[in-house]
């Protein structure tokens, strides 16, 4: 059996090809904010990596921000659901998952069967989210997966004391213009995102293992400012960013064999 999940998120559209709720054939990962034809395009080159035909696939399964502008699923799920999914898939010895997208922030805490049984949000405000790392990786010039390198060349991480991303813009040009040097600005920007993210964290009730899910996992600034804040490991998988795929091909899976 072959299903397809789409995470039509804030910032890109993924997809993930599943075989027999197991086998993952092919990913993608489209950056295109939702009402684009980033879905698309994200569906489209899945298939051409795992070389399914849309017919042989027995069910779409849409999850994210942007799921119910997607009309052609079977389902539309929640992604905290699927992220669940996702992980406890990949990594059933995660009890906590902390997700960071690109414009919110959200910790889940799983039991030992993978279901989702807290979770807390931040989706007011940018700081603690991917937006601010994309603002903060524009006004330095690099690209968003520059961050981490530059992180680890850090010496004396720059004290960003603004949790307001506009405010923090403002300061990061005035250390910039003072003469701080661009990794230990990285590295505050990244540290100042955790800091945040980890007080989220906190108030959800951390339990071993963590793990960091959401493209912004994939910077290991975060997570090893993140690991700091939190006095603890953060389990980290590479289809970290394509976990709410996996979660909703994994949920088609589930619905299309009962
Ligand atoms: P959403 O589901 O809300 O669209 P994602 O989980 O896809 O968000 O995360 C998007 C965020 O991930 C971006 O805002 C960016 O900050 C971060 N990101 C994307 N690609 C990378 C990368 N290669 N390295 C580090 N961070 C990344």
Request: some cysteine; aromatic content about 4%.
């Amino acid at each position: 059996m072959v299903t397809l999940g789409i995470d039509i998120g804030s910032t890109t559209s993924k997809a993930v090809m599943l075989k027999d709720g197991k086998e993952i054939m092919a990913s993608s990962i489209v950056i295109a904010t939702v009402g684009t034809d980033g879905v698309s395009r994200a569906i489209e080159e899945v298939q051409k990596n795992s070389t399914v035909q849309k017919e042989a696939i027995d069910c779409i399964v849409a999850t994210g921000y942007g799921r119910q502008t997607y009309q052609g699923a079977d389902f539309q799920v929640s992604e905290l659901s699927c992220h669940a999914l996702g992980v406890h898939h990949i990594c059933p010895q995660v009890r906590t998952v902390i997700d960071i997208g690109g414009q919110d922030a959200k910790v889940l805490s799983l039991n030992e069967q993978g279901r989702m049984v807290n979770f807390v949000m931040n989706d007011k405000c940018a700081a603690g989210t991917g937006r601010f790392l994309d603002v903060m990786a524009n006004i330095l010039k690099l690209d968003i997966s520059q961050l981490e390198i530059q992180a680890a060349k850090s010496l004396k991480p720059a004290n960003i004391s603004s949790t307001c991303t506009v405010f923090a813009e403002s300061e990061v040009i005035s250390q910039l213009a003072s003469g701080v040097e661009i990794p230990d600005l990285v590295a505050g920007i990244c540290q100042s995102v955790a800091t945040r993210v980890a007080s989220l964290a906190r108030r959800a009730g951390i339990k071993e293992q963590i793990c960091m899910s959401g493209g912004v996992a994939r910077n290991a600034g975060v997570r090893n400012a993140m690991a700091k804040e939190l006095g603890t490991e953060i389990v980290f998988d590479p289809m970290a960013q394509l976990m709410g795929a996996l979660g909703a091909a994994l949920y088609g899976f589930e619905k299309s064999s009962q």
